[in-house]
């Protein structure tokens, strides 16, 4: 019965992320057309300041030089990093094995049956212990993948980005998870469970681990806000006992106050390597509903308390706490994408396997049918994953008219395209379209004698700055970028 509804449950969450990776979509989707933000966030793959290279003449003009990095020491640094990378993964594991099978069994457990009678409290004094390490070594490692992938040296901001994700995430997702899968896999062939119930075991200790690393996150969160006012106020005291020194003031009731670049100054940075880190919080908590949550559907509820307790001090820390970040367009969350969507596919095998081989009820099941049941219950939720997708709950019609419209503007400007315009969206003709482009796209102006567009909120100006970039964007002459820039300035 147990099983059952865990089954059910999982097929809900398997639902669920399906929905809201398409809706996320279309929300990207609703941004790069309305904002061009793909498009402006092409800046981001210049070359970053930081970028170390030789200068030597550019390929697609020898007259500029650039900075080129040696393709052969890029390949043999990324390949330290990895064995670096691995190290610590393997050292994180390690650590999780001495916490289960020395200190939980040896000591923390025969001491609290000594002293308390509840050898249950040590269980529970290892799950905290296994969430205060996750903070510490997720905080550790966070420093460590940045000179990592300063050590790697490369080029562009989004490359930067890419190198710095894939450090995180695969060593969060050890750090986060391994302690989980070895309740679910392997503490019943070691050490055993009570009653040959892993899943019970696998439930309290997925609370209290999770409720510990939620919990020191929003710690964290407080201890920054913390430390940046006792800086102020140290140097608030320091400055005046110096000026009290010099008899420059006297009495205690002196007015201190502190401008907002000085502010600014005693503040953390917030750039993003520390967005990166705070996103990495928020999926890994995320991981834990889509790896587990058939198993310990309560673990939903203490990941959305812990997210929007976490929300309110991110944003806290954005406004209070936190350097004023620099400006960058991004087109979206860029790989945090595919790790969600990794996530979400690696949940139906997280989940299906800790419930057909960690439950009571199927222990005395021969193992070939329990990998039976396995593989049809796989089959089974990928096609109700890509059927919900498929589906397309949540996809906006008027995103794809507003697509087909851009599209169909480009066509006619820069290719002299002149096709009849139509929506392709099975439900029968659309509206006629504009007889121009130029018509659809500027709804707010008129047309002279000379097919010229005139501002109709004030006519009499002439738009002379408009009207000359439409004549520029009609020209037969001139290279496609002036075409393009002249059609931009006439779009806006």
């Known amino acids: 019965g147990n099983t059952m509804l865990r089954f059910f449950f999982a097929s809900i969450v398997v639902a669920w992320i399906s929905v809201v990776e398409v ?45 080129w990095d040696d393709p052969k020491g890029r390949i043999f640094r990324q390949a330290l990093s990895s064995v670096v990378t691995a190290v610590f993964v393997a050292v994180v594991v390690s650590l999780v094995g001495f916490i289960k099978l020395k200190l939980e069994i040896e000591v923390l457990i025969p001491y609290f049956e000594d002293n308390y009678g509840n050898g249950d409290l040590g269980k529970a004094a290892t799950a905290v212990l296994l969430g205060g390490q996750i903070s510490i070594a997720g905080m550790v490692w966070d420093y460590i993948a940045k000179a990592l992938v300063a050590f790697e040296n490369p080029e562009s901001t989004n490359q930067y980005v890419m190198d710095l994700v ?48 939620g919990a020191i996150q929003v710690a964290t969160a407080v201890a920054n806000t913390l430390m940046m006012k006792l800086m102020l106020y140290f140097e608030k005291r320091t400055v005046l006992a110096g000026l009290a020194e010099k008899d420059l003031i006297t009495g205690d009731n002196v007015k201190f106050s502190v ?26 908590q995320l991981g834990y509903v889509l790896l587990f949550g058939a198993v310990a559907p309560g673990v939903t509820a203490v990941a959305l308390v812990s997210l929007t307790i976490q929300n309110r001090c991110e944003a806290w820390m954005l406004t209070n706490v ?6 960058m367009c991004v087109a979206g969350i860029g ?8 996530l979400a596919w690696l949940g139906i095998v997280s989940t299906i396997s800790t419930a ?40 906006s019609h008027q995103l794809d008219v507003m697509e087909q419209r851009h599209q169909y503007v480009l066509d006619t400007l820069l290719q002299g395209k002149s096709k009849e315009f139509k929506v392709d969206n099975g439900k029968g003709p659309e509206p006629a379209a504009p007889k121009t482009a130029a018509e659809g796209l500027t709804p707010n102006f008129t047309w002279d004698a000379y097919d010229r567009p005139i501002s109709m909120e004030d006519p009499d100006s002439k738009a002379p700055m408009l009207r000359e970039a439409w004549d520029a964007a009609h020209k037969s002459e001139g290279s496609l970028q002036k075409q393009f820039e002249a059609w931009n300035f006439c779009t806006i």
């Open 23 to 67: 809706r996320w979509s279309e929300q990207e989707r609703w941004w790069d057309m309305s904002w061009s933000a793909a498009k402006t966030a092409q800046s981001q793959t210049t070359m970053r300041a930081d970028f170390e290279g030789e200068m030597l003449p550019w390929v697609v003009n020898n007259v500029k030089k650039r900075k």
């Open 166 to 213: 894939w450090k995180l995430f695969p060593f969060g997702f050890v750090n986060a998870y391994i302690s989980i899968y070895y309740i679910a896999f392997f503490q019943r062939n070691l050490v055993g469970c009570p009653d040959n119930d892993c899943i019970q075991v696998l439930r309290g200790a997925l609370y209290i681990t999770f409720g510990t690393y």
């Open 259 to 284: 401008s907002y670049i000085e502010q600014q100054a005693k503040m953390a940075p917030y750039g993003m390597a520390e967005q990166l880190t705070a996103f990495l919080n928020v999926v890994t």
């Open 322 to 327: 936190m350097r004023r970040p620099f400006p």
């Open 335 to 342: 790989a945090w994408t595919e790790v969600i969507t990794m």
């Open 356 to 395: 057909v081989f960690g439950a009571q009820d199927l222990h005395d099941w021969a193992f070939h049918l329990k990998v039976l049941v396995f593989f049809c219950l796989e089959h089974s939720f990928v096609l109700l994953r890509l059927l919900a997708r498929q589906l397309g709950f949540g996809k």
